[in-house]
């Protein structure tokens, strides 16, 4: 990558675009206003000068040429007395002047001859030479006479210039400044996201191990600490699905070779009819564990293309309760489990055949994962405070250690040890499912009991919009 396309050149550019904007602006602000208050200052002193210079003024003519150059060097200024001549008021002719005979700078004085137009005192700025002066000029004697007094700006135009030069200098040190620091703060934060950087290529590639290390607080240290609960995440994710792999090919190749084995001792030897019809039953048994795994793979797909819909009909959920202790009663009687039924009517809204469908997870979870002579409850409740109903199955097996309880939902995961089995998938899919019939599934275990109960609305129940969001 181009050093011209790096974080620190943008950062460095935008700061020196800033500081120069900032220093524009206070240039347009500042030394035009600075401008003209010191020409206001210097013609402010000139207009506060001309009611003592007309007071003192000789009415001898003859005097004016020593009075100016008195008044002159009293004020501080060139002092001009004209005649103004009584048939063109605006022919003006110098009378007397502080500066001597020649006086044909001054001789056509804009000012002057505003100020006979007016009548009155006039002050302004004009240029002779290059050189800018404040000017006042008033008619006295019946406008007879004009009295002018003129000051040079070279001093104020000067400072001026100096404050113009220094506010030059002081831009180029800042934007060299603001260069520095946009390429010293750049490459402090180049540094930690080319970090980032390495980590999500390492992610990208397969690699979870390292962590993601950055100790700042700001919004980079958030986004590490994003990226490291990511690659945990994502690991877990991993692990997950490598197992997933190894439980899959277990529960895929276990029927099959049995149904296999079973198939080529049915076509290679003669068996009497009950032996044929026990490697009958078998094959249906794991093709029963292939259907099922199946279907999950299915579902979960359809879930995460976002294509599984869900009805929102009401039913009595105590109904589908008995339907599924019927189902699987001989089931449980076959492991050696007691499954019992205690049913309260309980209308819900929801997919009848998806609520179906996660009651009969349950209940094969609570028969496979504990141990025979276990005692099954499954049973509905009505919450009216809420306006929900529950199907819970409890079981007085052995529990679920309470560091499971947040994982036992997720995608593959599978508690170790114990009598655990099967895909991993069951819990997960009946989490997502109950989450789209806007209800949920709770998991309590604890004094040799656990319960997992499937909550939904019940009919009449108010949706609101942030149920919908959730």
């Known amino acids: ?132 002066f404040a000017e006042v000029a008033v008619p006295v004697a019946n406008r007879k006479y004009v009295v002018m007094l003129q000051r040079s700006l070279a001093d104020s135009i000067s400072n001026i210039r100096l404050v113009e030069r220094r506010l030059v200098l002081a831009g180029l040190v800042a934007l060299v400044v603001a260069v520095g620091i946009g390429l010293g703060g750049a490459s402090v934060f180049a540094r930690r996201i080319r970090r980032l950087e390495r980590v999500a290529d390492r992610i990208s590639h397969g690699s979870f191990d390292e962590a993601v290390a950055d100790q700042g607080r700001d919004e980079l240290g958030q986004l590490a600490a994003t990226f490291d609960r990511m690659r945990e995440r994502l690991r877990g994710l991993d692990d997950a699905r490598r197992e997933f792999i190894a439980n899959a090919s277990h529960e895929l190749r276990t029927p099959i070779f049995a149904v296999g084995g079973a198939l080529e001792l049915l076509a290679e030897e003669e068996m009497d009819a009950a032996t044929r019809q026990e490697f009958i039953g078998s094959m249906r048994e794991q093709m029963a564990r292939l259907t ?68 009969l997870g349950l209940i094969e979870n609570a028969i496979r994962h504990t141990p025979a002579l276990t005692r099954v409850v499954v049973s509905t409740a009505v919450d009216a405070g809420r306006r929900e109903v529950r199907l819970s199955v409890c079981d007085d097996g052995p529990g679920i250690a309470a560091e499971h309880h947040e994982h036992v939902f997720e995608r593959f995961y599978r508690v170790e040890g114990g009598r655990a089995s099967g895909s991993g998938l069951g819990l997960a899919i009946a989490r997502e499912l109950a989450a789209r019939m806007r209800g949920r599934v709770e998991l309590a275990s604890g004094d040799g009991r656990t319960t997992f109960t499937l909550v939904l609305p019940a009919v009449g129940a108010h949706v609101s919009d942030d149920d919908d969001d959730a």
């Not at 524009?24 to 010191?38: A, D, Q, W």
């Not at 002092?79 to 001549?85: A, F, N, R, T």
């Open 1 to 132: 990558m181009s050093i011209l396309q790096g974080v620190g050149a943008r950062l460095s550019v935008a700061l020196a675009l800033v500081v120069a904007v900032a220093l524009g602006l206070v240039y347009v602000i500042v030394v035009p206003s600075l401008e003209s208050r010191l020409i206001d200052a210097k013609e402010a002193t000139l207009r506060d000068a001309v009611p003592e210079l007309i007071a003192n003024l000789p009415s001898d003519p003859f005097a004016w040429t020593d009075y100016v150059d008195v008044a002159s060097y009293r004020y501080s200024a060139r002092v001009v007395i004209y005649d103004v001549d009584s048939i063109r008021p605006t022919a003006v002719r110098v009378a007397a002047d502080s500066r001597g005979a020649t006086s044909r700078d001054v001789s056509d004085d804009q000012v002057v001859i505003r100020a006979v137009e007016a009548g009155r005192l006039v002050g302004g700025t004009v240029g002779y030479g290059g050189v800018r």
């Open 292 to 359: 099922k795994l199946t279907d999950e793979l299915l579902d979960l797909s359809r879930l995460d293309a976002d294509r599984l819909g869900v009805a929102a009909t009401p039913f009595d959920l105590a109904r589908v309760a008995a339907e599924l202790v019927g189902v699987l009663g001989p089931v449980a009687e076959r492991s050696g489990h007691a499954l019992e039924l205690v049913a309260t009517p309980a209308c819900c809204l929801g997919d009848e055949e998806r609520v179906r469908q996660i009651g």
